[in-house]
């Protein structure tokens, strides 16, 4: 199989090339039967058009090719698109990469290492995102937690100060009826009785 490039096929209209809407009539008339046209203007180059299936010696309009046949460097020519279920297809490795030269054939590597890298930052930043998105879960459970057992010791605490209050007051109420008692025990010893009030 000989793969051609654009300019090599219709150089007068190279920069009007669509492989698409040029006739098969056309195309004969190059003999180009062993030709799979690769070409950058194509939408797909891994899908190529080839000759028609049904019948590699005739075009669209039937009968076989005559010497009338427009050539290829004729560039009055207008293609015609042919029916699609004429065209077969061509899938597999991109043919396209014969006609492309090391430095082309290096920059498309370095894109694809390009496409590759950026999806593998990407896959990797997911990955952490997801990991950060974990431990914030886990980080806001414990907070919740944390809360309400904050709530709990701030009840146990208020219930704590009540009852120091209490024996504040107890211990108060003690003090003045020791003082009052020892007041007593004093003016009894010097023969005094003082009764309370």
Request: aromatic share 4%; with cysteine; proline share 7%.
């Amino acid at each position: 199989m000989e793969y051609i490039s654009k300019p090599a096929l219709i150089p007068d209209i190279a920069n009007n090339f669509n492989l698409e809407e040029m006739s098969w009539e056309f195309l004969n008339s190059c003999d180009n039967s062993n030709f799979i046209f690769a070409t950058a203007d194509h939408p797909n180059p891994h899908l190529l058009p080839i000759r028609p299936t049904s019948d590699r010696d005739s075009h669209m309009h039937g009968g076989s090719t005559s010497k009338s046949s427009p050539s290829c460097s004729d560039a009055s020519i207008i293609p015609t698109r042919p029916p699609m279920e004429q065209v077969s297809y061509a899938i597999g490795p991109d043919p396209s990469q014969e006609c492309l030269s090391e430095t082309a054939r290096s920059i498309l590597q370095r894109r694809t290492q390009n496409r590759v890298a950026q999806r593998t930052y990407r896959l990797r930043r997911e990955e952490e995102r997801k990991e950060l998105r974990r431990k914030l879960d886990e980080a806001e459970k414990e907070s919740l937690e944390l809360r309400e057992t904050c709530n709990e010791l701030i009840v146990v605490i208020s219930e704590l100060r009540k009852h120091i209050t209490r024996l504040e007051r107890d211990n108060l109420s003690l003090r003045v009826i020791k003082s009052h008692n020892h007041k007593e025990s004093v003016d009894q010893h010097r023969g005094r009785v003082i009764l309370p009030i």
